[in-house]
Structures are given as structure tokens and as C-alpha cells.
């Protein structure tokens, strides 16, 4: 079985690894094949470094190196450059770089500069974390550079456009959001693979990633719906919300930005022209969707360790299996 899935970071990455796990240890199945889109809107340059943040909790948390308390950077971090930079007042200081996430940066960065496509790059970031020994393919979404900016209400001054990570990791995202703004999406074009992987995959997962500046934003580049929409797999999503909130981060803030409410009934209609299966937490087992081919399942959605998450994965294709395309 191949599987294709649209991930952000920390939810989706997370899934992503329970999805393996589950994978490996069900007889049959070992030799199925992960490709995973991720979302690069949250991308930025900092220090003349290309960072790449769902890219790299991607790699990270698939290839074994991920800090699991923070769910994103490295695990035994020290952060000895950022504090040397901080000596020479550089900024920003609000975005913690570690000493090993510094390496990622700089070999990417350099790599770029090379000439090599973000996919080039990432295909050999991905070798070094061992995933495509584990069948897992990742791919970004595009190789045009895309950053998605927030657009924030400045008080008397009106509005001002702040990048995504300054109003996620500086202000907590509680600035409040008027529009999110994706710099360069409209002329990107998906990265090598990406369209084919959704139309050849023999399942299409939506991991309980933001539906706004994650899911969202992949959606948005040009062919990706359109390839949804057309794919013959069905499409499963597992919603990121548990009785009307994230888990773990603001996507409640990113709804409320786009004037969609905080419900898994909500975010399911965001997806409603492609989805064929809609997962959502016993908690919100009333949902239901305006779109009468959207199958709405319940099962718990609390992804509190490895075997945990590998039975929502193994619910999801279970439901992949029913739903008609
Ligand atoms: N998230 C934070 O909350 N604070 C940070 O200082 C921070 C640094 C950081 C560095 C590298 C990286 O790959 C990710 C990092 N993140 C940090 C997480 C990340 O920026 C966000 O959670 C995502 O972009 C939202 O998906």
C-alpha cells in the first residue's frame, strides 16, 4: 500500500511516526510506502540561514532526533552559537536555535546556495535521518520559496504584516490574526512528486495537523486541490481538535482569524470538496458535516504516546478502507 499524507509539524509529524509504527508491526503491511508533503510556508531566513521548521520536525521526529518535550528541534540540545549571537546583539532572539538544529541550517543554506531545489536538499536531509530505508518519502510542498506572513491589527496604526513565526513564537499568536497572507504561493508550482503522489496514492491521509497555516497553506498551492479532488483514493482527515480545541498550539487562533469556528465540524468543511472520511474524537462524536459524502467516524484522538497514535493511524485506514472513494 502506498500512502500519501499532507503534514505541518509537530501533529502531523507525530501522527506520521504512529502511522510507521503501526505500519511495521501489523503483518502485511510492513512494506507499505509513506509519501509526505510538508508545508514550507513557515519557512524563514534568520542569520542568513534558510530554516525550514515542519521540514525539520518532520525529519527529525521520523529519523529519531526530536527534542520530545518541545515536539520540535533536537533532542540533547546546547545553544552556544545563539548565545554568541546574542553577544553581538544579533536578532532575533525571540526564535531559539540550537547548536545542532544550526548544522541542518547550514547545510541546507549552503546546499541551496549551490543551486541544488529545496527538494534536492531535503531528499539528502532525509537520507541522513534514514527515512527512505523506512519507505518514507518527504517531499515540500514547492521549491519557490514561500513564506505565509500574518497580517496583525496594530492598534491606532492600523494593520502591519508580521512574519508567521513572529506571531507564533514571539507573540503566542495573541496578536489578534485579521488574514494570513502567503508571500509567493500563487506562482508557486508543487514540488516534483507531489501531484502524482496524491493521484497515485492508494490512500490520502490529512494528519491532525493546522488546518489554517499548515494543511491550509498546502492546499493553496496550484494543482493540490484540484488534485485532491480528482485523486480515485480516498481521503481520510483526523481532525486537530479535541471538543473545540488544539491540543497543542493556536490553530483555535488561525480559525478565528478566517472566520471559521473551532469545531470539528468546522475544520471537516474546510475539506469537504475532497474528503471522502472524516475522524473526530468520542468528545465531538456529534459532528456532522453539510456534505452528505463526508463519512464522519468517532474514536479516541488524544495522540498521548507512540501505540496511542498508531491506533488512531490504524482507525484512520480502517475507514480509508470502507469509505467510498
Ligand atoms: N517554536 C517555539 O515555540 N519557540 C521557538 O523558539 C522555536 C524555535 C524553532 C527552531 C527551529 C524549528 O525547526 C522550529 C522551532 N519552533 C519554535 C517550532 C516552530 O517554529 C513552530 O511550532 C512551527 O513553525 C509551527 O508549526
Same mark, same amino acid.
Given at each position: ?21 503501526? #505500519? &511495521? ?10 509519501? %509526505? ?48 549571537? $546574542? ?12 547548536? #545542532? &538544529? ?49 497580517? %496583525? ?7 502591519? *504584516? ?12 495573541? #496578536? ?13 508550482? $508543487?514540488?516534483?512528486? %507531489? ?5 497515485? $496514492? ?23 486541490? &484540484? ?13 486537530? #481538535? ?19 469556528? *473551532? ?30 459524502? %463526508? ?20 482507525? $484512520?485506514?480502517?475507514? *480509508? *478502507?470502507?469509505?467510498?472513494?
Amino acid at each position: 500500500m502506498h500512502i500519501t499524507a499532507l503534514a505541518g509539524g509537530v501533529g502531523g509529524a507525530r501522527f506520521l511516526r504512529g502511522l510507521r509504527h503501526h #505500519l &511495521d508491526t501489523t503483518p502485511g503491511l510492513e512494506d507499505s510506502t509513506l509519501t %509526505v508533503i510538508a508545508n514550507t510556508g513557515d519557512d524563514i531566513t534568520l542569520f542568513g540561514l534558510r530554516v525550514c521548521p515542519d521540514v525539520d520536525t518532520l525529519l527529525y521526529t521520523l529519523g529519531g532526533g526530536i527534542h520530545e518535550g518541545q515536539g520540535w528541534g533536537r533532542a540533547e540540545e546546547s545553544h552556544r552559537v545563539q548565545a554568541e549571537l $546574542a553577544a553581538y546583539g544579533a536578532e532575533p532572539q525571540w526564535f531559539a536555535l540550537g547548536d #545542532l &538544529d544550526v548544522g541542518t541550517h547550514v547545510v541546507r543554506s549552503q546546499w541551496l546556495g549551490q543551486g541544488a531545489s529545496l527538494s534536492e536538499v531535503t531528499a539528502r536531509l532525509a537520507a541522513r535521518w534514514g527515512l527512505p530505508e523506512q519507505g518514507i518519502e518527504l517531499l515540500p510542498m514547492t521549491d519557490t520559496p514561500v513564506e505565509t506572513h500574518v497580517v %496583525v491589527d496594530d492598534g491606532a496604526d492600523g494593520e502591519r *504584516a508580521i512574519h508567521f513565526q513572529e506571531w507564533w513564537v514571539r507573540h503566542q499568536a495573541s #496578536l489578534p490574526a485579521r488574514r494570513f497572507v502567503v508571500a509567493g504561493l500563487d506562482r508557486a508550482a $508543487a514540488a516534483p512528486g %507531489v501531484l502524482d503522489a496524491i493521484r497515485r $496514492a492508494d490512500v490520502v491521509l490529512l494528519p491532525p495537523s493546522n488546518p489554517v497555516v499548515s494543511i491550509g497553506i498546502i492546499l493553496g498551492v496550484p494543482g493540490v486541490r &484540484d488534485a485532491l479532488r480528482g485523486t480515485s483514493a480516498p481521503v481520510v482527515g483526523i481532525s486537530p #481538535l479535541i471538543s473545540g480545541r488544539p491540543v497543542r498550539g493556536h490553530a483555535d487562533a488561525c480559525l478565528a482569524a478566517i472566520g471559521v469556528e *473551532a469545531t470539528a465540524a468546522a475544520v471537516g468543511g474546510l475539506y469537504a470538496d475532497f474528503l471522502d472520511g472524516w475522524l473526530v474524537d468520542p468528545d465531538d462524536a456529534d459532528t456532522t458535516l453539510r456534505s452528505a459524502r %463526508v463519512e464522519v467516524f468517532d474514536g479516541p484522538l488524544l495522540m498521548s504516546d507512540v501505540p496511542a497514535t498508531a491506533r488512531i493511524a490504524e482507525h $484512520a485506514l480502517r475507514l *480509508a *478502507a470502507t469509505v467510498p472513494a
